[in-house]
């Protein structure tokens, strides 16, 4: 439990560096989602032949495919169109959809749960509230949590019978396949070293240590320990970015901490 927990936090903390990378390459959101695919599809399956692992796809991994695709192209649009953290923290909306997912599941709901999501969905609250208009960033924002509620509970069903590493190549290999055709017509490579960063740093190792976590971990549990994920946006928002914070958002952002800290717990 505590490693598949460490899995999940890990892989929050490395695909918060993803706005970095989106912000200094050029192009739309689904030309930057196809180089982001392709590129960590070189490493997966390098890793998948080490491993000698055939992956085969079913009906869920396909469906996982999907909803990881659709999270990441309406991710990178919000990045593109808001402030880091916010991007963030409306893809982490998720947890508010997969409680109600998981008890529909037949999974039961924890105390702990009870107390961490409404915590953990308050410090959001804080956060947003700066920005909390409606716009093309917010509308992608939220479509993004939409999809990556289903990306919890779809990884942790497909971990029944896959691999993470399978799991993972399949992601990126459909994800890749659907937007070639795009690629050729529209898309442009504009630096080829950020470009292998994005396949490597918030892609191929955060997809495979989520897939590997998500097992071990309960479908409500997870999206908030990956909430560490908008805390290190925001971070790297003022840092690098330098986008201001305000005092509700300081007290978010420890109230995010909180909600991470007792979902941890045993």
């Not at 959809?97 to 308050?122: C, D, F, N, R």
């Not at 805390?231 to 928002?237: N, P």
Request: glycine share 6%; hydrophobic share 55%; aromatic share 12%.
């Amino acid at each position: 439990m505590r490693l598949g927990s460490a899995a999940v936090a890990t892989s929050a903390l490395l695909m918060s560096t993803v706005s970095i990378f989106v912000r200094n390459l050029e192009g739309d959101a689904l030309t930057i989602t196809f180089l982001r695919f392709s590129s960590a599809l070189l490493i997966i399956a390098f890793l998948c032949l080490l491993n000698h692992e055939i992956p085969k796809i079913d009906r869920t991994l396909f469906s996982l495919a999907i909803f990881n695709l659709l999270t990441v192209v309406n991710y990178i649009t919000a990045i593109q169109n808001l402030e880091v953290a916010t991007a963030a923290l409306l893809l982490y909306m998720a947890p508010v959809y997969v409680v109600p997912l998981s008890a529909l599941m037949g999974e039961k709901v924890e105390v702990k749960t009870l107390i961490a999501v409404p915590l953990g969905i308050g410090g959001l609250y804080m956060i947003l509230t700066p920005y909390a208009e409606i716009n093309t960033g917010i509308l992608f924002g939220i479509f993004s949590g939409v999809s990556y509620a289903f990306v919890f509970i779809l990884s942790k069903e497909a971990r029944k019978n896959h691999s993470p590493l399978q799991i993972t190549f399949l992601n990126l290999g459909l994800g890749t396949i659907i937007l070639l055709p795009y690629f050729f017509i529209f898309g442009t490579v504009s630096n080829i070293w950020w470009v292998i960063g994005l396949g490597t740093i918030p892609t191929a190792i955060p997809f495979t240590l989520f897939a590997y976590g998500v097992k071990y971990v309960k479908v409500q549990r997870a999206p908030i320990l990956a909430l560490l994920e908008p805390l290190s946006a925001f971070v790297i928002g003022y840092l690098y970015f330098e986008e201001i914070m305000v005092w509700k958002q300081l007290i978010g952002a420890a109230m995010i901490l909180s909600s991470v800290f007792i979902a941890w717990r045993e």
